[in-house]
């Protein structure tokens, strides 16, 4: 049996539809956006989400032991100063995570800010392997778990950069989707938008019909999670966070 990690590795050179490690890539784009997982694929298992992202430069400068994540209801950040960030160098520190809604209308947010890393065995029944901040191989892994399918109603899975630097036009960033059977997907985060601090990658819905419908969103915010929350409806209170290195 192939490794998950097998799959995320042996990809990098294939395109959209082809076969790699023994398991097909499908590649959601713009004019393809859409695919539904179904059969056991959908029921059985976990479905891995994994992010993995390159720096095109790193900083000479040493981060702080702690550093802040504004939300905007709080504080607006600064705009960044442009002729610093064209003689420094960035490290990037890109977050995956997942805000979800339950089908008894529990809402919530599965992240590494906070330590919200979640449950595979109680709700949210999401869970997440740990904090990449500088970039590893491996990246950052989510895992789902399919056998409670029906307690999902949605699932937005999103991006973050945890400093308050818009970099996202300094990386290279690819989601991928890896179910039990069937084609894992990938979403290449390619839009370079500059300003943005969040990033919508996917969102995987549950339509009761014994199938996940997974849609590319892309959708870059110049803000974090409450505006993300305020695109898609959760309806959630959120607040400055903090987490040490």
């Not at 993995?52 to 950040?77: C, E, M, N, V, Y």
Request: aromatic share 10%; proline share 4%; hydrophobic share 35%.
């Amino acid at each position: 049996m192939v490794s998950v990690w097998g799959f995320l590795r042996g990809d990098r050179n294939t395109f959209d539809n082809t076969y790699s490690g023994g398991q097909q890539k499908i590649t959601l784009t713009k004019s393809q956006p859409h695919h539904a997982i179904t059969g056991q694929a959908a029921t059985t298992g976990y479905l891995y989400v994994n992010l993995h992202w390159q720096t095109r430069a790193s900083s000479p400068s040493t981060r702080g032991a702690l550093r802040k994540l504004f939300d905007l209801r709080i504080l607006r950040p600064m705009e960044p100063d442009t002729q610093q960030r064209q003689s420094q160098q960035v490290n990037v520190d890109l977050d995956l995570a997942c805000m979800y809604e339950l089908a008894d209308g529990t809402r919530g947010v599965v992240q590494p800010l906070g330590k919200f890393f979640g449950d595979l065995q109680r709700p949210p029944y999401i869970k997440l392997s740990g904090d990449d901040v500088y970039g590893a191989p491996s990246g950052e892994t989510m895992y789902i778990n399919l056998e409670k399918k029906d307690q999902f109603k949605r699932l937005l899975v999103f991006v973050y950069i945890y400093d308050d630097t818009p970099a996202f036009d300094k990386t290279h960033a690819t989601v991928t989707i890896v179910p039990q059977s069937g084609p894992r997907l990938e979403i290449q985060l390619d839009e370079r938008a500059a300003a943005a601090r969040s990033c919508a990658v996917v969102l995987i819905e549950n339509t009761g019909d014994g199938q996940l419908t997974v849609r590319r969103e892309v959708r870059y915010v110049h803000g974090f999670q409450s505006d993300l929350d305020r695109l898609y409806g959760f309806g959630m209170q959120w607040q400055r966070g903090y987490k040490t290195e």
